[in-house]
C-alpha cells in the first residue's frame, strides 16, 4: 500500500481546512486501495466542535459501506488523532491509523494511558503508523498557527 | 435545577432509540433551563458508529447557539459516556454531565486514567453528577439486551 499517495490525498483535505481559516486538519479512508470517505476539519464553519476530519470521514466512509463497521479499512489523517476521534476509530473497529505529525499535547494514539484502558474496554485497538509526510503535514499546521498569531486571534480550537 | 426533569426528557429520547431497534441511550443538554439539543444513539440505521446520543445532542445545542462553545451548557445522557463521547464533551466545553446509569465496560466518566490524561492535555474536565433515574435507565438497557440475546442477535453497537 503505497502510504504517502494516501497521505497526500489527506493533506489536500487539510489545505481545505486551511483556505477556509480552519486548524488544516485534513482524513481519508481507504478501503482495497480505493477512497471511500474524506473530510477535513470544520469545526469553525459548522458551529461543531465533534465536526473534526475523521469523524467527518468516518461517518462519509460508513454511508459509503452502508455499514457502521469499517473493519477492512485505513484511515490516513494529516495529525495524531485526539481522545475523541481515537474513540471513534476503536468503535467504527477502523483496521489501522496511519498519520504524519504528532500532536504533544492533545494527540492520544501514543498514550499508554488510553491505550491499556481501550484495549482493558475494548479488547482492541486498531495497528499505528506514524511520520508519514510528517514534515508537510507538520509544517502546514505552523504556518496556520503563526498566521493566526499574526492576526491577534485566539481560542482556535484542536 | 431539575435533574430528574431533564433526564426523564432524556430518557424520551432513549425510548426513541429502544422503538427503533437501537442500544436504548438518549440525550439533551439544557442551557438556562431550556433544551437547546437532543438525540439518541441511531449507529444502526444511520450506518455510522460516531451516531452516539451525545454527539448529536452535541451537534444540534452547537447547531441551535451557532457556537461551538457549549460552556454554560449542561449535558443529561441516560448511561455514562464512552470515550468518544466524553472527547467531544471535553471539546465542547461542556459545564456539566448528568447522567442515569453507570456502564461499567466502556464508561468513561469514571476512569481515573482518563480523567488525569484529559486534565494534564486540556487543563479541564466537565463537572460529573450520576445516578440520577439511575434504575429507569439501567432497566431500558437490560431489557433492550434481554430481547437482542432472545432474538439472537450479536454485535450490537455501544
Redo the contacts between chains.
Keep these: 500500500m503505497d502510504h504517502v499517495f494516501f497521505m497526500n490525498r489527506a493533506y489536500q483535505e487539510a489545505i481545505k481546512a486551511f483556505d477556509e481559516g480552519e486548524v488544516p486538519v485534513g482524513a481519508v479512508i481507504e478501503k482495497d486501495g480505493i477512497i471511500i470517505g474524506k473530510g477535513y476539519n470544520r ?2 464553519n ?6 473534526h476530519a475523521e ?1 467527518i470521514a ?2 462519509a466512509a ?2 459509503k ?6 473493519s477492512g479499512c485505513n484511515l490516513y489523517v494529516t495529525t495524531e488523532p ?7 476509530l ?4 477502523i483496521d489501522t491509523i496511519i498519520y504524519g505529525a504528532a500532536e504533544p ?2 494527540g ?1 494514539i501514543h ?1 499508554h ?2 491505550r ?3 484495549e482493558s ?2 479488547g482492541y485497538f486498531p495497528k499505528v503508523i506514524n511520520g508519514i509526510m510528517e514534515f508537510e503535514c507538520g509544517s502546514l499546521l505552523s504556518s496556520f498557527f503563526k498566521q493566526i498569531r499574526q492576526n491577534g486571534s485566539t481560542d482556535t ?2
Excluded: N, P
Excluded at 46 to 51: I, K, N, Q, S
Excluded at 65 to 70: A, E, I, Q
Excluded at 90 to 93: A, G
Design positions: 469545526v469553525e459548522l458551529f461543531d466542535a465533534t465536526a469523524i468516518i461517518s460508513s454511508s459501506l452502508s455499514d457502521w463497521r469499517l485526539c481522545l475523541m476521534c481515537l474513540g471513534a476503536v468503535l467504527s473497529r499535547r492533545t492520544a498514550s494511558f488510553y491499556q484502558q481501550i474496554s475494548f480550537h484542536k
